[in-house]
């Protein structure tokens, strides 16, 4: 039997059975919050698709790839950093610390997002002459998002280096994707006139407030009274140090994923940009059990690392890359054998995107097969030499998108993009595995 004394706390989460039971229990969490999310956001996508058609739903899809983009650099690398910085700073108890953490990243992501929003919004009104119709308020409504996401993501961060990953899933994977149906819903059953992809975003961005609303709320009550009453501690530039190698990581990594929609909607449309985006997001499902493991792994890498626990390292890195395995398979049997019926299932002219998701299904196989390779480094310290992968990575999807979308269209953009994921994928295991000496994979 595995059972621990009451009284253990540190010393049960860092022994060896603690290492697979604290994941166990974790990734159960992670799980449930992400199943219901996957769920959800696949009805969410499907809705989109048949309430917009292929042409809005692409215009929508462009508009919010800039959206992560831009949020992206607003987030600065705190939100990886913060898993890291979370969880040593709560198993050391250092609430001084924490909480100086929290004040100062908030305060400096508050400023860049709403810089960042004025930016989107200079976009809209400057660069729009050529655009589609519609375009231009997508954009403009879309930067509304841009604080709210940032935020939210930090938030995010928080609960999963507190390890409560239902909590940090919950608002965003659920609540939100669940408002945006509603709506649509409402829309549906009482049209005034055809949902346009502004108001779309528009719905998308009061849905957003509430999740950001109640997010906070599970923050606050996540935290134990030592960090409310804790006088802040500030360290700013240590935390600047590490945050902006892991915010180059993190910004190469969603630039490798929205390059191709960001190119496709330049170079070939709106109808093309709605079309790939479905596969794309349909390709997520590949790396479901990859992403569940993590939300729970990553904060217990660096407490086992910065511990020197390699044994149990070893041990919650196989039980990743296990569970990445089983539900790889499962969602790659299951995409060859129905794809045609999942694609007519968003509406006619969708089926287009089947030879591209075939494409990204593959890398994605690859990406979940090598483990948590990326984790693996920027939280044991190798964020530089991560961050130069990912931008060979980047390189050579921006150059193989610019010659390959113009000959081939949108299964050019995915054999990139394919290329791209599992070039960073295979190099970084190799890097584990030789400098750490993890096992990554099954």
């Known amino acids: 039997m595995n059972a621990f004394p009451p009284a253990a706390t540190m010393k049960r989460l860092l022994n060896g059975r603690g ?42 899809a462009y508009a919010l790839a800039w959206v992560t983009v831009v949020v992206l650099v607003a987030t600065l690398g705190f939100d990886t950093a913060f898993m890291r910085f979370v969880s040593v700073y709560m198993a050391q108890g250092d609430w001084g610390h924490l909480r100086g953490l929290f004040s100062r990243a908030a305060r400096m992501v508050m400023i860049a997002s709403l810089m960042g929003a004025g930016v989107l919004t200079g976009m809209a009104v400057f660069l729009s002459q050529n655009w589609p119709s519609g ?20 938030r995010q961060a928080a609960l999963r280096g507190l390890k409560r990953v239902f909590l940090a899933d919950m608002p965003d994977a659920v ?6 149906m509603a709506a649509l819903g409402v829309c549906w ?6 949902l346009t992809a502004r108001d779309a975003m528009l719905i998308q961005a009061g849905a957003a407030l509430a999740a950001f609303l109640l997010g906070g709320k599970l923050l606050f009550a996540s ?12 360290a700013s530039a240590h935390w600047l140090k590490i945050a902006f190698p892991m ?17 496709i909607g330049a ?5 093309e940009t709605g079309i790939y985006s479905v596969a794309v997001r349909l390709s997520d499902l590949a790396v479901f059990g990859l992403t569940a493991a993590n939300a729970i792994c990553a904060p217990m890498i660096s407490e086992y690392f910065h511990a020197d626990k390699k044994a149990e390292l070893q041990r919650i890195v196989r039980l990743a890359a296990r569970m990445s395995f089983i539900f790889t398979t499962l969602a790659t049997v299951a995409m060859v054998l129905f794809s045609d019926w999942i694609l007519g299932i968003f509406g006619p002219g969708f089926i287009q995107a089947k030879t591209a998701l075939m494409i990204l299904f593959i890398a994605q196989m690859v990406n979940a097969l090598t483990g948590p390779v990326g984790f693996l480094m920027v939280m044991t310290g190798h964020q530089v030499r991560a961050a130069y992968i990912n931008g060979a990575a980047v ?10 979308i113009p000959r081939y269209g949108i299964e050019g953009a995915a054999f990139s993009t394919a290329f791209s994921i599992v070039l960073w994928n295979v190099w970084m295991l190799v890097f584990v595995r030789r400098r750490l000496g993890i096992r990554s994979t099954v």
């Not at 956001?41 to 917009?52: D, N, P, S």
């Not at 059953?189 to 055809?194: D, M």
């Open 19 to 60: 290492a697979g039971t604290t994941f166990m229990r974790g990734a159960a969490g992670s799980f449930a919050g992400k199943s219901l999310g996957l769920g959800i956001g696949f009805l969410l996508q499907v809705a989109l698709a048949r309430t917009l058609g292929v042409d809005e739903l692409g215009i929508y």
């Open 267 to 271: 170079m070939l449309g709106p109808r």
């Open 223 to 234: 935290l134990p009274q030592a960090f409310r009453s804790a006088v802040p501690v500030y």
């Open 247 to 263: 915010f180059l990581i993190s910004a190469m990594h969603v630039v490798l994923k929205q390059t191709d929609v960001l190119m």
């Open 189 to 194: 059953l009482y049209p005034i006139s055809p």
């Open 135 to 154: 375009q231009r308020e997508t954009f403009m409504a879309a930067a509304v998002l841009i604080p709210l996401f940032s935020l939210s993501a930090l």
């Open 175 to 180: 609540l939100r994707p669940l408002l945006i």
């Open 395 to 404: 390189t050579a999807n921006v150059v193989l998108n610019l010659i390959l």
